[in-house]
């Protein structure tokens, strides 16, 4: 299996005032094609910052970070963006669609920013509204969706530029415990065709349900055995 | 991707109407104000400009008010000036009121002009009638008279008044021509119909000159055969006026039209170069409006920008969306100012009374004006979006 993400000793630090804030104490992790990987910490451990760092939407302060052969301390704003359209899908804990937009809307906009014309964008938009068994919801605007119909047009939009990582930052954590599990069964789906998947979770229950959990624990990541 | 960025800027911009209308009303007003202010004043001095124009601006008119030792120009004087190179023609004017006669009718407040073929060949009144006074009806001894339709209508009643006689200032006088001064836009014409009250009687110049009593010519037109070269041939007439005036000051005045018209033209472009500075100041203080809504903007929708980067989006495509959206919105309120503008032009033209004349350059400028404002003021707030990190953009609530 080939690796796709490799960390070493990641740092990051937040400068409070005086104070220096350590919330990543050097993390360690290689992530490869195809699994399916779990990060369980209880809430406040540094979960969300670490999978900032890991969508390149935040820098860590020191340590190095490849992900699909490339070093992310030496790209510009420009060529992070790039990477954050080809390489990864996000899912939000609170979905984070534009509300003035329609479901279909929505699942579009990353092919808008990679310059796809409109007709592919449309049949690709539609064709994983499908996927997410939301065919009939195309024109609906998210406040017409329940909470776990739009974390699947949330789950769609992630997958529309055909990102190396999906990255899931508590997908069921605003969901109740059945559209919780639709959601999760999306996830084993989209895993056993292929997918690559970093979950982040406060749930041991949710956590086991991947193939390889790990655990964050004031700053420092170990390997759990399942 | 130009397209999709109109769009959402488009939804934007209707999702906040009232918003989005009240910071548009800055351009909308400034943009109204430089069109209009520049339409009126276009309008109202291209009309003056027009009948100044109508006059002709290839003639210079000598008023030779003379002196104690000869009272004006005379006949020798006149040729010497027509001998004059570039002088096309030279046409005395002499001007009494008196009385016109025929069959009982009398008229007694009517002006009589004295011209010559130059006059004639020069003038663009049309003749309802008949013909123009010709050279051969110079000699002086020749009683023929156009007259105006005002004569005409006082004096013959259901008659044709061609080859009729009548009597100006007792002499006996046929009627060639009659002239539709109604017909022009010329102002001089206007003016001296309005300033007789029963009308005017054109006559050849010497024979108005006799009535007169006069000796001399104290108005006379000179025209030019080109126009470019005026500043030397009116320094040439200066030079024969001054010979024939024995060099005495003030014996004569010299109405230059070309150069009177050049000096309103830059007054016009001057006054409303002025106006459209003052009515600028509107639009500047319109984009400081736009400039705010977009700044507000930018903070409204720090999270949105946050997870358009977080999506794919680089800095630059952020940047484009919040210029195209303030470019809208500016442009919008220009083209809504120019309307408004040229409404007001229309209303304010017909109050003034003058014809109105679209000007494109003022469109032209209130668009430029709008296109220029919404960059410059949508520039700052959408480089503080595209500057954002996505990680603070996504955090903030
Ligand atoms: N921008 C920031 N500035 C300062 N401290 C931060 C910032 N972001 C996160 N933290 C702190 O880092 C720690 C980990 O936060 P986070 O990664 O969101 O945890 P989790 O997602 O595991 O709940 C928390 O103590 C939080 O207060
Ligand atoms: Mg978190």
């Not at chain 1, 820098?59 to 070093?71: C, F, V």
Request: with cysteine; hydrophobic share 45%.
């Amino acid at each position: 299996m080939s690796e796709i993400l490799s960390m070493k000793q990641i740092i990051k630090e937040y400068q409070m005032g005086d104070e220096t804030s350590t919330v990543l104490k050097g993390i360690n992790l290689n992530v490869n094609a195809g699994e399916f990987l779990a990060i369980l910490g209880p809430s406040g451990s540094g979960k969300s910052t670490l999978m900032n760092i890991i969508g390149c939407l935040d820098t860590p302060t020191s340590g190095e970070y490849i992900l699909s052969g490339r070093e992310i301390a030496n790209q510009d704003e420009k060529a992070l963006a790039h990477i954050r359209r080809k390489e990864i899908g996000f899912i939000f804990q609170s979905f984070y669609l534009l509300s003035r937009q329609t479901a279909l809307k929505n699942v579009e906009l990353p092919l808008v920013y990679s310059g796809s014309d409109k007709k592919i964008r449309r049949e690709m938009a539609e064709d994983l509204l499908k996927k997410v068994g939301l065919e009939e919801k195309t024109n609906h605007l998210p406040r017409q969706l329940s909470g776990g119909q739009q974390q699947r047009v949330a789950i769609a939009r992630a997958l529309i530029n055909n990102p190396t990582i999906l990255l899931a930052d508590e997908p069921t954590g605003a969901l109740d415990q059945k559209t919780g599990h639709q959601v999760m069964e999306l996830f084993h789906q989209l895993n056993s065709e292929g997918r690559t998947i970093i979950m982040i979770t406060h749930d041991v229950n949710l956590a086991k349900q991947a193939k390889r959990v790990v655990q964050i624990l004031d700053g420092n990541l170990m390997e759990e055995v399942v | 991707m130009l397209k999709e960025n109109l769009i959402m800027a488009w939804d934007n911009i209707r999702n906040s109407k009232m918003r989005s209308f009240l910071t548009s009303l800055g351009i909308v007003i400034g943009v109204a104000a430089v069109i209009a202010l520049i339409t009126i004043v276009q309008s109202a001095t291209g009309e003056m400009m027009s009948q100044f124009e109508s006059l002709g601006t290839d003639k210079i008119t000598v008023t030779a008010t003379g002196n104690p030792l000869k009272s004006g120009l005379n006949s020798s004087d006149l040729k010497t000036l027509e001998a004059l190179d570039n002088v096309a023609g030279v046409a005395p004017s002499v001007s009494i009121t008196g009385s016109a006669g025929r069959q009982g009718i009398l008229l007694d407040e009517v002006s009589i002009m004295g011209k010559n073929e130059k006059f004639f060949e020069a003038d663009t009144t049309e003749m309802m009638q008949g013909r123009k006074l010709a050279a051969s009806d110079m000699d002086g001894n020749t009683y023929v008279c156009v007259i105006d339709q005002d004569i005409a209508k006082s004096m013959f009643i259901n008659e044709n008044p061609l080859e009729q006689r009548i009597m100006v200032n007792g002499q006996s006088y046929a009627v060639v021509g009659v002239r539709d001064t109604e017909s022009t836009s010329d102002l001089m014409a206007g003016m001296n119909s309005s300033s007789s009250a029963d009308g005017t009687i054109i006559i050849p110049y010497k024979n108005a000159l006799a009535l007169s009593g006069a000796s001399n010519y104290s108005t006379v037109d000179v025209y030019f055969e080109n126009t470019d070269l005026s500043d030397q041939t009116i320094a040439d007439v200066e030079g024969v006026l001054d010979a024939a005036f024995n060099y005495k000051d003030n014996s004569y005045s010299i109405m230059n039209l070309g150069s009177l018209l050049d000096m309103m033209n830059t007054m016009s472009t001057l006054l409303s170069a002025l106006l459209a500075g003052i009515a600028s100041i509107a639009l500047v203080v319109g984009g400081i409006g736009i400039m705010n809504m977009m700044l507000v903007s930018v903070t409204e929708r720090t999270k949105e920008i946050g997870l358009r980067k977080a999506l794919g989006a680089d800095p630059l495509q952020i940047q484009v969306l919040f210029i195209i959206e303030a470019l809208a919105l500016s442009l919008a309120g220009g083209i809504i100012g120019i309307v408004l503008g040229l409404g007001i032009s229309v209303v304010a033209t017909m109050l003034i009374g003058t014809a109105f004349a679209i000007s494109w350059g003022a469109i032209g400028l209130g668009a430029g004006f709008s296109i220029a404002v919404g960059l410059i003021f949508g520039w700052t707030p959408a480089k503080k979006a595209s500057s954002l990190k996505p990680i603070d953009a996504l955090r903030t609530d």
